[in-house]
């Protein structure tokens, strides 16, 4: 079972309402995707074609009246910062906005999950370098992997954050059973097997675990960054419960308050 291949068709089955409308907040809003959708003759096209559009107008300059706004400067400097944009996982968001746009399948799963932690990299450098005293490192998901090692880390962090987006879903309590089978359904949709499913239905049965994911992410600033934006993108926000939660565990990963503030306003989240 590939964890990426399995983050991305969750990111795919919709996790909550607003995960859609909030990964295209994150991604430039919907000045962005409406532009490249006119580019493409309104229609949202499948495969490698909709992803490098995508991917050059995404890594195209310094973001000054282009495509993708502040996404375009973070990139811009997460490049120089690791010796060039070819070295960023472009392709990766380049094939989440595509999905976002409707183009993609079943074979789409493991780029679109690529595509998911390269855009909470981009989150999290870009709010760690606007709310953070230290100058944050490039966060591996944003970075294409160049060893062995670092795609085995890569796929430990997605797994992390697959984590987080389940147990942020228990906010308010169990995940009910007709949830359950809406995401098992989806998951089927977008070709996951037995094995991947219930990997994810015995991760939605297991009582609230927020301290496991502090322990994953102490002393790693970038990677409880992504932690809790992958959170946002999970759940609504809209009960006491899950603004409970987020705060807990915002505290809990030691997260400085001007960093929380600035990934709520990325995915366009009102403060909470």
């Known amino acids: 079972m590939n964890i990426?291949?399995?983050?991305?068709?969750?990111?795919?089955?919709?996790?909550?309402?607003?995960?859609?409308?909030?990964?295209?907040?994150?991604?430039?809003?919907?000045?962005?995707?409406?532009?490249?959708?006119?580019?493409?003759?309104?229609?949202?096209?499948?495969?490698?074609?909709?992803?490098?559009?995508?991917?050059?107008?995404?890594?195209?300059?310094?973001?000054?009246?282009?495509?993708?706004?502040?996404?375009?400067?973070?990139?811009?400097?997460?490049?120089?910062?690791?010796?060039?944009?070819?070295?960023l996982a472009l392709g990766g968001l380049g094939a989440l906005a595509g999905a976002l746009l409707g183009g993609g399948g079943k074979s789409m799963g493991g780029a679109v999950g690529g595509g998911v932690m390269a855009l909470l990299g981009a989150m999290a450098y870009q709010a760690l370098k606007v709310g953070s005293s230290q100058k944050p490192e490039v966060p591996l998901g944003l970075v294409e992997p160049q060893s062995e090692a670092h795609r085995q880390e890569l796929e430990q962090n997605s797994e992390i954050v697959l984590k987080a987006m389940i147990n942020a879903a228990k906010a308010d309590g169990q995940i009910d059973q007709g949830e359950m089978q809406r995401i098992l359904g989806k998951l089927q949709e977008t070709g996951m097997g037995k094995d991947a499913q219930q990997y994810v239905l015995t991760e939605m049965k297991k009582p609230l675990d927020t301290q496991a994911l502090i322990a994953a992410a102490k002393g790693r600033p970038e990677l409880a960054a992504q932690i809790y934006a992958a959170s946002l993108l999970a759940i609504e926000v809209d009960t006491p419960g899950e603004k409970n939660y987020l705060d807990q565990l915002a505290t809990g990963l030691g997260l400085d308050p001007k960093v929380v503030q600035h990934i709520q306003e990325l995915v366009g989240l009102r403060p909470v």
Do not use: F, T, W
């Not at 003759?41 to 993708?68: D, F, H, P, R, Y």
């Open 4 to 87: 990426s291949d399995l983050l991305g068709a969750m990111m795919q089955s919709g996790m909550s309402p607003s995960s859609g409308d909030r990964m295209k907040n994150a991604l430039g809003g919907g000045s962005l995707l409406e532009s490249l959708s006119g580019m493409l003759g309104g229609q949202a096209q499948q495969g490698g074609g909709l992803g490098s559009i995508i991917a050059q107008a995404l890594g195209g300059g310094s973001g000054s009246g282009g495509l993708g706004g502040i996404l375009g400067n973070v990139l811009h400097d997460a490049g120089n910062a690791v010796g060039g944009k070819e070295n």
